[in-house]
């Protein structure tokens, strides 16, 4: 049976943001490792849940670019979709007037033809 695997920091400065797995660490497995090497549980712990915030809140940072750049892309075509629907209303009430005045004139002729 195998035991967890365990997470160490690199041991510099320059590198302590990056972490890597080690499966099964132990003294028998590695004889090259030295207990001192192996940071506490508490303290691994500690950097996986820093490790998680920080990837959380790019992911979070990720997310509201790409809402903004999609919302500042479809509003301009909402824009101009819902402009041409304007102007298309707008032609049809002027088609409604005009077709209106000449229903109305059809049906006065047709009323002075059936006096006659």
Known sequence: MSAAPRVLRAPTSQQANHCRIVPCLSKQNH???T???IPPFSIQVRFLEQQNKVLET???LLQEQGNKTVRNDIEPLFETY???LRRQLNSLLTDKENLGGELNKVQSLAEDFKNK
Do not use: Q
Request: charged letters at 25%; hydrophobic letters at 40%; zero cysteines.
């Open 31 to 33: 004889p090259e490792i």
């Open 35 to 37: 207990v001192s090497e």
């Open 58 to 60: 790019k992911w979070a």
């Open 82 to 84: 819902i402009n041409n």
